[in-house]
C-alpha cells in the first residue's frame, strides 16, 4: 500500500506544479483525507497515506517548480462506516478540509459509496482533485464521471468496485467452491448498504440463471450483533455456499455464530472484519 500511496502523492506533486511558480519557502502541499477513522477502510488508508508522507518528506518532499516542498496530511473523521450516521456529516468533513484546512488536494475518502456520490457535487462546485484510494465499491461512481466529465473530472478512483468484483473474481470463485465440494446451493447474508444490496443482488441472479438454489436473502442494518435466526436458516437449507458481504466489524459475531450453531454451509464473500488483526480470537477460531 505505501508504494501505491508513494506513486499516488508523486502524481498530485506534478499537478501542483502549475502553481509552484508562486510558492515562497517550503510550503506544504496540504492533502485532506476524509476517512472513517474507527474502521479497518479508514484507518489503514490512513497509516498508508502517513507512511508514504513521512517517506517522501524524509527526502526532502518533491519539486514543484524548482522548489522542494513537503506534503502535509490532514485527517479528518467522516464517520461514514459507522451505524446511523448521516452523509451529511461526511459532507461537512470534506467541505471543512477544503474551505479551513486549505486542502490542495482530497486523497482517501469518503469511504462508504453513498457518501462518496454524494461529495462529488461539492468536489465539483470547488473544482478540487480527488483521489479515493479505499472503500467505494459503487460502479455509479465512474460511470458519473463518464456521463458529465466536465462536470466531474475533478474526481478519481483507484479502488475496485462491485461490478468487477463479482462477475471476474466471486462468480467464478463460487462455482469453483461448488464444484470442488458437490453444492449448488447459496444463502445470502448482506449489509443493508448500497454495493453490499448491489453485489449480493447481481451474484444471485448469475447463480440462479447458472441453476443454483438461493436458499434465503437477509439483508441486516449496520451494526447488527445477532444474526442466529438467518444462520439457523441456513442450517436448515443444508449443505451449500454462505454468501456473507458486510464491511462493518460486527460481522465477526456472525462468523462466531455460524461456528457454534454448525451451520454446514462454507461462508465466503466480502467480509470486512476477518481482515482485521485479532480477527482469529474475535470470531472464535471460525
Not at 50 to 71: D, M, S, T, W
Not at 105 to 112: C, H, K, Q, T, W
Not at 184 to 208: L, N, P, S, W
Not at 268 to 281: D, L, R, T
Request: charged share 25%; hydrophobic share 45%; aromatic share 8%.
Amino acid at each position: 500500500m505505501k508504494k501505491g500511496m508513494i506513486g499516488i502523492l508523486l502524481v498530485l506533486a506534478v499537478l501542483a506544479a502549475p502553481g509552484a511558480s508562486q510558492a515562497k519557502g517550503s510550503k506544504p502541499i496540504v492533502i485532506g483525507c476524509p476517512l472513517s477513522t474507527a474502521f479497518l477502510y479508514g484507518w489503514d488508508a490512513e497509516r498508508g497515506i502517513k507512511l508514504a508522507v513521512e517517506e517522501i518528506n524524509a527526502q526532502g518532499g518533491v519539486n514543484v517548480g524548482g522548489v522542494k516542498r513537503p506534503f502535509k496530511a490532514v485527517v479528518m473523521d467522516t464517520r461514514d462506516l459507522e451505524p446511523g450516521v448521516p452523509v451529511s456529516e461526511a459532507l461537512m468533513v470534506v467541505e471543512k478540509l477544503i474551505l479551513e484546512k486549505k486542502a490542495d488536494f482530497i486523497l482517501g475518502g469518503p469511504v462508504r459509496s453513498e457518501a462518496a456520490l454524494a461529495a462529488m457535487d461539492l468536489l465539483a462546485r470547488y473544482k478540487k482533485i480527488s483521489i479515493l484510494t479505499t472503500g467505494v465499491l459503487t460502479p455509479k461512481y465512474h460511470r458519473r464521471v463518464a456521463e458529465n466529465y466536465n462536470k466531474y473530472k475533478y474526481c478519481f478512483r483507484i479502488t475496485n468496485e462491485a461490478a468487477n468484483m463479482v462477475k471476474n473474481e466471486m462468480v467464478p470463485f463460487i462455482e469453483q467452491l461448488g464444484a470442488k465440494c458437490g453444492v449448488h446451493r447459496m444463502f445470502v447474508m448482506a449489509q443493508d448498504v448500497a454495493h453490499a444490496r448491489a453485489g449480493t443482488g447481481i451474484i444471485k441472479k448469475i447463480m440462479e440463471k447458472k441453476g443454483w438454489e438461493i436458499a434465503g436473502y437477509e439483508i441486516y442494518p449496520t451494526g447488527t450483533t445477532d444474526y442466529s435466526q438467518g444462520l439457523l436458516k441456513a442450517k436448515k437449507a443444508g449443505k451449500g455456499v454462505l454468501l456473507v458481504w458486510m464491511d462493518m466489524p460486527e460481522s465477526t459475531i456472525l462468523l462466531k455464530q455460524w461456528r457454534e450453531l454448525r451451520v454446514p454451509m462454507i461462508p465466503f464473500g466480502f467480509i470486512c472484519a476477518v481482515e482485521q488483526p485479532g480477527s482469529w480470537k474475535a470470531t472464535g477460531g471460525a
